[in-house]
C-alpha cells in the first residue's frame, strides 16, 4: 500500500484524490491545496486530509472551520509519491521542491516534456514508466490521440494520421471568468502542439494535427483522416479500436449526435460528474475509401486523463508491473466497461 499525495485539488485534482481513493492498492494521504473556497470545503467534506500550501493559505482555511492536518512539508514527508494537479507552470516550481526530497511525482499535460523527460500512456508506454522517479501524465487531447493511433498500429494498419481538434474555450466551471464567444479561433501554427506531444510518447507516429478553438465548454471533438498501411474493411478498423478498453464506440443513430446528448448519457449512467474517461468514438459515422479512414470522436477535457494517472501511479511505484492488470484495475474501479 503506496501513500499518495495530491496537490492542487481543482478541476482535475478532485477527480484523481476521488480515484485514488476507490484504489486498495494505494493510499491518499491528503490534499494541498491555497483554497480556501467552497472547492476545498468540498475536500473537507468528503474527510480527505486538509493540507495548506502557504502559511496563508492555514490561517485562510482555520478562519473558516476547516481542520487543517498541516503543511505542505509536512504532506511530502508522509508521502512516497506527489500527484501535482496545480495549474500550469506551478507544477513545473513545486518539481524543485519534490526533487529536492526525493520523493517521486507526476506532473500533468500542462507541464512541458522536458519537467519529466517522460510522457505517460498507459496502452502505449506502460513498462517504460516503471518504478522512474516521475512522469507526466499528457493531455486531454494527447491522450486520446494515442488510444486511437495506438489501437490502429496495433493492428498493423496504421501509415499516417492527419487530425483536426475543435477545442473547447474554456473549462466549464470558469466559463464565466473568461472564453470566447460568436467567433472560433485557429491555433497560429499547424502542427498545433497535440501532435507533437503524440510523439514525446511514441517518436515512431507520423501525426500532424490542426486545432481551432470553439465558443462552448463540455468538450472537445476530434476529425481524423488516416492513411492505411495495408487493405482493409471496416470493421477490421473499428476491431481494431475495440482493443483499447477506454476507447467507447457511440452511435449517432441512437440519438448521440452531439456533445451534449453525450454527456446526458454519461449522467444518466451515474458517473461522478457526468465524466466520460473514455473515448466516445462514433461508429456509424467511421469510413473506410479506400487506403483512407475517417472518424470523429468527443474527448472529455476533465476526466479522460485520471485513469491513465491511476496507472501511471502504479508504474512509477511498481506496485503492478503488468500494464493490463493495472488498466483492468483501474477501469472496474471507475465503472469503465
Given at each position: 500500500?503506496?501513500?499518495?499525495?495530491?496537490?492542487?485539488?481543482?478541476?482535475?485534482?478532485?477527480?484523481?484524490?476521488?480515484?485514488?481513493?476507490?484504489?486498495?492498492?494505494?493510499?491518499?494521504?491528503g490534499?494541498?491545496?491555497?483554497?480556501?473556497?467552497?472547492?476545498?470545503?468540498?475536500?473537507?467534506?468528503?474527510?480527505?486530509?486538509?493540507?495548506?500550501?502557504?502559511?496563508?493559505?492555514?490561517?485562510?482555511?482555520?478562519?473558516?472551520?476547516?481542520?487543517?492536518?498541516?503543511?505542505?512539508?509536512?504532506?511530502?514527508?508522509?508521502?512516497?509519491?506527489?500527484?501535482?494537479?496545480?495549474?500550469?507552470?506551478?507544477?513545473?516550481?513545486?518539481?524543485?521542491?519534490?526533487?529536492?526530497?526525493?520523493?517521486?511525482?507526476?506532473?500533468?499535460?500542462?507541464?512541458?516534456?522536458?519537467?519529466?523527460?517522460?510522457?505517460?500512456?498507459?496502452e502505449?508506454n506502460?513498462?517504460?514508466?516503471?518504478?522512474?522517479?516521475?512522469?507526466?501524465?499528457?493531455?486531454?487531447?494527447?491522450?486520446?490521440?494515442?488510444?486511437?493511433?495506438?489501437?490502429?498500429?496495433?493492428?498493423?494498419?496504421?501509415?499516417?494520421?492527419?487530425?483536426?481538434?475543435?477545442?473547447?474555450?474554456?473549462?466549464?466551471?470558469?466559463?464565466?471568468?473568461?472564453?470566447?464567444?460568436n467567433t472560433?479561433?485557429?491555433?497560429?501554427?499547424i502542427?498545433?502542439?497535440?501532435?507533437?506531444?503524440?510523439?514525446?510518447v511514441?517518436?515512431?507516429?507520423?501525426?500532424?494535427?490542426?486545432?481551432?478553438?470553439?465558443?462552448?465548454?463540455?468538450?472537445?471533438?476530434?476529425?481524423?483522416?488516416?492513411?492505411?498501411?495495408?487493405?482493409?474493411?471496416k470493421?477490421?478498423?473499428?476491431?481494431?479500436?475495440?482493443?483499447?478498453?477506454?476507447?467507447?464506440?457511440?452511435?449517432?443513430d441512437?440519438g448521440?449526435?452531439?456533445?451534449?446528448?453525450?454527456?446526458?448519457?454519461?449522467?444518466?449512467?451515474?458517473?461522478?460528474?457526468?465524466?466520460?474517461?473514455?473515448?466516445?468514438?462514433?461508429?456509424?459515422?467511421?469510413?473506410?475509401?479506400?487506403?483512407?479512414?475517417?472518424?470523429?470522436?468527443?474527448?472529455d477535457?476533465?476526466?479522460?486523463?485520471?485513469?491513465?494517472t491511476?496507472?501511471?501511479i502504479?508504474?512509477?511505484?511498481?506496485?503492478e508491473?503488468?500494464?493490463?492488470?493495472?488498466?483492468?484495475?483501474?477501469?472496474?474501479?471507475?465503472?469503465?466497461?
Amino acid at each position: 500500500m503506496k501513500n499518495i499525495a495530491v496537490i492542487g485539488y481543482g478541476v482535475i485534482g478532485k477527480r484523481v484524490a476521488d480515484a485514488i481513493n476507490l484504489q486498495d492498492d494505494m493510499n491518499l494521504i491528503g490534499v494541498c491545496d491555497v483554497i480556501s473556497d467552497w472547492r476545498i470545503q468540498n475536500a473537507a467534506r468528503r474527510e480527505y486530509n486538509i493540507y495548506a500550501a502557504t502559511a496563508e493559505a492555514e490561517k485562510e482555511m482555520k478562519t473558516i472551520g476547516i481542520s487543517v492536518k498541516g503543511n505542505l512539508q509536512g504532506l511530502l514527508d508522509k508521502a512516497d509519491l506527489v500527484v501535482d494537479c496545480t495549474p500550469k507552470n506551478i507544477a513545473a516550481k513545486n518539481v524543485i521542491i519534490y526533487k529536492k526530497q526525493g520523493i517521486k511525482f507526476i506532473v500533468q499535460g500542462g507541464e512541458k516534456h522536458e519537467t519529466t523527460n517522460h510522457s505517460f500512456s498507459a496502452e502505449n508506454n506502460y513498462s517504460s514508466a516503471l518504478n522512474l522517479d516521475a512522469t507526466r501524465v499528457v493531455s486531454c487531447n494527447t491522450t486520446s490521440i494515442l488510444r486511437t493511433l495506438t489501437a490502429l498500429k496495433r493492428a498493423n494498419l496504421l501509415d499516417y494520421a492527419r487530425g483536426t481538434l475543435l477545442r473547447r474555450a474554456t473549462d466549464p466551471w470558469e466559463s464565466h471568468l473568461g472564453g470566447i464567444m460568436n467567433t472560433m479561433v485557429p491555433e497560429k501554427d499547424i502542427p498545433s502542439h497535440q501532435g507533437p506531444d503524440a510523439k514525446s510518447v511514441d517518436p515512431d507516429l507520423d501525426v500532424i494535427t490542426s486545432a481551432v478553438k470553439v465558443p462552448e465548454t463540455l468538450s472537445h471533438m476530434h476529425y481524423w483522416n488516416v492513411k492505411l498501411k495495408k487493405q482493409a474493411t471496416k470493421d477490421d478498423v473499428l476491431n481494431a479500436f475495440k482493443t483499447s478498453s477506454r476507447i467507447k464506440l457511440i452511435r449517432y443513430d441512437q440519438g448521440l449526435v452531439s456533445n451534449n446528448t453525450i454527456k446526458e448519457m454519461f449522467l444518466d449512467m451515474g458517473r461522478p460528474w457526468g465524466d466520460m474517461y473514455e473515448v466516445a468514438l462514433w461508429e456509424d459515422m467511421l469510413k473506410v475509401v479506400g487506403d483512407e479512414l475517417f472518424y470523429a470522436y468527443v474527448v472529455d477535457n476533465q476526466a479522460i486523463v485520471i485513469p491513465e494517472t491511476i496507472d501511471a501511479i502504479r508504474a512509477l511505484t511498481g506496485i503492478e508491473t503488468d500494464a493490463a492488470k493495472s488498466i483492468t484495475k483501474t477501469n472496474t474501479s471507475l465503472g469503465i466497461n
